[in-house]
């Protein structure tokens, strides 16, 4: 179905799993925009569905190339491998960029959710009242979910089972943020972070021959604690695809309502003056986690008081967001041209 890509459009996977990977570790982005804006995502979601009874029976009877043909396996894999990649690059640079320079990350983040706002509803066609309406019911989805207050950390590894099904959805759903929804389920740190770093060290450590690690009893926790929340990533990401494929087949046009309504109202999420609220005790004090990091139970938004030069530079890496998108409207508009 989707044979023969040439050299280039296999490092372009490589390189928009690599974006999907970076925007799924953002609290607020989704990776599944990046699949729309890229557009990939309908063969991504058709792709994920053939994962399924007949992939297995494939599997298990050894007859690897029919199970690699039949689940679109080499754009999966090139997928995945920029995923991979940028799990251990780019979120990596991501993680020291938003402690150092939150503002213009978010304001990036903040420009480039504008542009794919357009970038989706541009083709969509005529607009009647039921798709307005379904638009409506995605924006107010979308600012529910902004304004719910985060849970406490909780590592039952049945609970992290379910946190990898739900925070999946970043992939699989447009304007959905895996990495917000676990920060509401309150592990997104535990996640994404102490439990990722874990997995790092742990090859780190391999690497150099240094095995003492096996009888840390707080690292082995913690990659039983990834494996169980891959596991339930891997589960949500076949399920998930199931329902959207089927959806996306026969109503199209109001998925797609709902995703660009969706998207508008979880731009709160990413909206780049805020301040972190934190978890008092009872004498007003600061609370922290296990591992000595402040307990954040949301955040006051707010529009910048004056105009000076860092409320400009913000600005213009809104701009710059929007322009990352709209360029990349322009050269999937100018591969067409000298391709089509």
Request: hydrophobic share 50%.
């Amino acid at each position: 179905m989707y044979e023969n890509r040439s050299f280039s459009d296999k490092v372009w996977l490589v390189l928009k799993g690599l974006g999907m990977g970076a925007a799924n570790k953002v609290p607020g982005v989704s990776g599944g925009v990046v699949a729309f804006v890229a557009g990939f995502y309908e063969e991504f979601i058709y792709s994920l569905q053939k994962v399924n009874k007949k992939a297995f029976k494939l599997f298990i009877d050894g007859r690897f190339k029919s199970f690699y043909r039949y689940t679109n396996g080499q754009f999966l894999s090139l997928l995945i491998l920029g995923m991979v990649i940028s799990y251990f690059s780019v979120s990596k640079l991501l993680d020291y960029l938003i402690v150092y320079y939150e503002l213009f990350v978010w304001s990036a983040f903040f420009g480039m959710i504008i542009g794919s706002i357009y970038f989706i509803a541009k083709d969509f066609g005529d607009w009647n009242r039921k798709y307005v309406g379904y638009l409506l019911c995605g924006v107010a989805a979308g600012v529910a979910i902004s304004f719910l207050e985060p849970a406490k950390e909780n590592s039952n590894l049945l609970f992290v089972f379910f946190c990898g099904i739900i925070s999946v959805s970043g992939m699989t759903l447009p304007g959905l943020s895996g990495s917000f929804i676990l920060i509401l389920l309150g592990n997104y740190v535990l996640l994404l972070v102490d439990s990722v770093n874990s997995l790092f060290d742990t090859f780190a450590d391999v690497f150099q021959g240094d095995f003492n690690w096996i009888y840390n009893a707080e690292r082995i926790e913690l990659l039983k604690v990834l494996a169980v929340f891959s596991l339930g990533s891997l589960v949500g990401l076949v399920s998930l695809s199931h329902l959207l494929a089927y959806v996306l087949k026969r109503f199209k046009k109001a998925t797609y309502a709902v995703i660009i309504g969706f998207i508008a109202g979880s731009l709160g999420v990413v909206w780049p003056w805020k301040e972190k609220k934190y978890e008092l005790d009872a004498f007003g004090q600061i609370q922290f986690d296990a591992n000595g990091r402040e307990i954040i139970r949301g955040y006051n938004r707010f529009f910048p008081s004056e105009f000076n030069s860092e409320t400009i530079l913000a600005i213009v890496f809104i701009i710059v967001g929007v322009a990352i998108v709209l360029s990349l409207d322009w050269y999937d508009n100018h591969r067409k041209r000298h391709h089509g």
